[in-house]
């Protein structure tokens, strides 16, 4: 080998060596960065969440009253536990996560996804700024007097959903489309509905759907026809203006459920009856995850996932399918503090709320909620009994870590937790 050839050799070795050393050293930086700016979040999720919990007890929990017709005082956080044990025992104390590790194992590291703080929920854009004021609600076309105790519900639910989102959410503003690809349009009467699965949103989209023009009764409509159909708009197919019109001019809806129930019912109905979709996408993601030695038929066609199963996946930080809608949070799904909603409806009172709600916005007097099961109405509804007989299968420490996911529905919508 000749001079030239050697220093040519040398000087492509001297390059390659540089490069690599080059690359391992951002390799290095970022993973530092990455790990310190994990702690950051991490600290900061914690500080936000004692915030709560601070501002939770020293108020005394005042506008958290129950909506009881005598007037109790109720606890948000259950009847006879401490608001505090209750959201910092997972997150604080190692005994509990030693204990879950050895009963799921190498599971538990995946397990446990620290909740969201409020704060994280209100990331700031510059596109539009929303007000957090609600509006007065319109009741001069009520027909009769009979709504006083529900008029009296519904505007301590609204102040308690405000006076969360003044302390909690600082600015709001509108990050993208896809924050209002669950709210439905009915433009005749000015309505804008939050569809939270589980919540009685089909039976609500038959509403909107006579509302509309689109059908003479609810009862005539089929669940295909409300869930495939694409008879209604969302407002994400409106331009901004559009959006921003309606947002401001439109009367805004929500209704919720109590989180605990709302898991259960989306897992009896997706996972225990034939389905063709969840079945062979989610079904067959969990078995294999989360059962071992599972048989190659289970694997196969994805049928007979465990609620137990089902937990361990909802409860993973790295789920190995994503997020669905019918058990998704409330607070994601229609984000109730960056949406000022004019009127919130629950579940446990659908009906009385819904027909109260149809006479404010003027709907004809014939058109009543359509109070039936909307499939499989063989099977009980589910209730807090029911919940009850699937939580029996689950640790304390689990029941814990699903209310912790779920814990700023609870706090919005003021459900206490009785299943702890």
């Known amino acids: 080998m000749n001079p030239k050839q050697v220093f040519l050799s040398v000087l492509i070795f001297g390059v390659a060596g540089l490069l690599l050393f080059m690359y391992l050293q951002v390799w290095i930086e970022e993973q530092h960065t990455g790990k310190t700016e994990k702690k950051i979040e991490q600290k900061a999720a914690?500080?936000?969440?004692?915030?709560?919990?601070?501002?939770?007890?020293?108020?005394?929990?005042?506008?958290?009253?129950?909506?009881?017709?005598?007037?109790?005082?109720?606890?948000?956080?259950?009847?006879?536990?401490s608001p505090t044990v209750l959201l910092t025992k997972t997150s604080h104390t190692q005994g509990e996560g030693e204990a879950l590790s050895k009963t799921m194992g190498s599971l538990t590291t995946k397990l446990i996804e620290q909740p969201?703080?409020?704060?994280?929920?209100?990331?700031?854009?510059?596109?539009?700024?929303?007000?957090?004021?609600?509006?007065?609600?319109?009741?001069s076309l009520l027909r009769d007097n009979k709504w006083k105790q529900t008029e009296a519900t519904q505007e301590k639910r609204r102040s308690l959903l405000q006076q969360f989102?003044?302390?909690?959410?600082?600015?709001?503003?509108?990050?993208?489309?896809?924050?209002?690809?669950r709210i439905?349009?009915?433009?005749k009467h000015k309505i804008l509905y939050c569809e939270v699965p589980k919540a009685g949103c089909s039976n609500w989209k038959r509403i909107l759907m006579v509302l509309n023009g689109l059908a003479s009764s609810a009862y005539n409509i089929s669940h295909d026809a409300v869930h495939y159909g694409k008879h209604l708009r969302t407002l994400d197919s409106?331009?901004?203006?559009?959006?921003?019109?309606?947002?401001?001019?439109?009367?805004?809806?929500?209704?919720?459920?109590?989180?605990?129930?709302?898991?259960?019912?989306?897992?009896?109905?997706?996972?225990?009856?034939?389905?063709?979709?969840?079945?062979?996408?989610?079904?067959?993601?969990?078995?294999?995850?989360?059962?071992?030695n599972a048989c190659e038929k289970e694997l196969n066609n994805g049928s007979g996932v465990k609620f137990k199963e089902f937990i361990h996946y909802l409860l993973d930080s790295h789920?190995?399918?994503?997020?669905?809608?019918?058990?998704?949070k409330v607070s994601k799904l229609c984000y109730p503090c960056l949406i000022n909603y004019d009127f919130v409806g629950k579940f446990e009172t659908l009906e009385e709320d819904t027909n109260y709600f149809l006479q404010l916005i003027g709907a004809p007097k014939e058109?009543?909620?359509?109070?039936?099961?909307?499939?499989?109405?063989?099977?009980?509804?589910?209730?807090?009994?029911?919940?009850?007989?699937?939580?029996?299968?689950?640790?304390?420490?689990?029941?814990?870590?699903?209310?912790?996911?779920?814990?700023l529905d609870y706090l919005m919508f003021?459900?206490?937790t009785p299943f702890l």
């Open 46 to 81: 914690s500080v936000t969440r004692e915030k709560i919990q601070e501002h939770i007890i020293n108020q005394n929990l005042n506008f958290h009253m129950s909506e009881d017709p005598k007037g109790k005082k109720e606890s948000l956080l259950g009847n006879s536990r």
């Open 116 to 139: 969201q703080g409020p704060k994280t929920l209100f990331k700031r854009s510059s596109k539009m700024n929303w007000p957090l004021d609600i509006h007065p609600l319109n009741k």
């Open 165 to 181: 989102c003044r302390k909690y959410g600082g600015v709001s503003r509108l990050q993208s489309f896809h924050m209002v690809s």
């Open 184 to 187: 439905y349009v009915e433009d």
């Open 238 to 292: 409106f331009d901004l203006k559009g959006i921003y019109t309606r947002l401001n001019m439109y009367t805004k809806a929500v209704f919720v459920r109590d989180p605990m129930e709302r898991l259960v019912s989306a897992f009896r109905d997706k996972f225990e009856h034939p389905n063709s979709y969840y079945h062979p996408v989610f079904g067959k993601a969990i078995i294999k995850k989360y059962r071992p």
């Open 319 to 328: 789920r190995p399918v994503g997020m669905d809608i019918h058990w998704e």
């Open 367 to 407: 058109l009543k909620f359509p109070n039936f099961k909307d499939r499989h109405s063989s099977d009980e509804r589910t209730n807090a009994q029911v919940v009850r007989q699937y939580l029996k299968d689950l640790t304390r420490t689990e029941r814990q870590l699903i209310y912790d996911f779920y814990y």
């Open 414 to 416: 003021n459900y206490t």
